[in-house]
Structures are given as structure tokens and as C-alpha cells.
């Protein structure tokens, strides 16, 4: 899967930055349905790329509204360390 055509800024270039060359599925999924302003529920097993997916809708909303503030509620330290990676 490679990127469509117009990802969000952030995440095009973090990606571009840590040598991503294309999406993981559940990645892609949030993407599309992010860039479409679809809501979406995903259930996906552990080291299937869904803390990077949650955070894609949030960088298309920061990019829209960049003085805006995030809350991220985690139910672990080692996620909320995984976040904020």
C-alpha cells in the first residue's frame, strides 16, 4: 500500500523521516477513512501498527487546527511511552 495522494503534512513527512515506505493495512484503513471524515472502530492484534493508526485522524485535525490542544488518555505507561515516541 502506498500513500494517497493527500495525507496529512505531519504524517507524510514523519513517515518520509523514519524511512517508511508504505502503510501497514490498519494504517491505511485509518487513513482513508480519516481523509473521507469517516468514523471508524478497529480491532487489530499487538505489533499490527495501531497506536501509529489512532494518531493519524488527530494529525489531520492538528494540521487543519495547529494552536489546538490534545488530550491522549492511555490504560498503560508502556503505551503512553509508545505515543509519545
Known amino acids: 500500500m ?3 495522494e493527500t495525507p496529512p503534512t ?3 513527512s514523519w513517515f518520509e523521516k523514519q524511512n517508511f515506505e508504505q ?4 494504517q ?13 472502530i478497529i480491532s487489530s492484534p499487538t505489533g499490527s501498527g495501531k ?4 494518531l493519524i485522524p488527530l494529525a489531520k ?9 490534545t ?3 492511555s490504560p ?3 503505551l503512553a511511552m509508545k505515543i509519545l515516541k
Open 2 to 4: 502506498s500513500f494517497p
Open 10 to 12: 505531519a504524517i507524510k
Open 23 to 26: 502503510l501497514l493495512p490498519i
Open 28 to 40: 491505511d484503513l485509518t487513513l482513508r477513512r480519516s481523509l473521507e471524515e469517516q468514523q471508524l
Open 51 to 54: 497506536t501509529l493508526a489512532f
Open 61 to 69: 485535525k492538528l494540521e487543519a487546527k495547529p494552536n489546538a490542544r
Open 71 to 73: 488530550l491522549i488518555l
Open 76 to 78: 498503560s505507561p508502556e
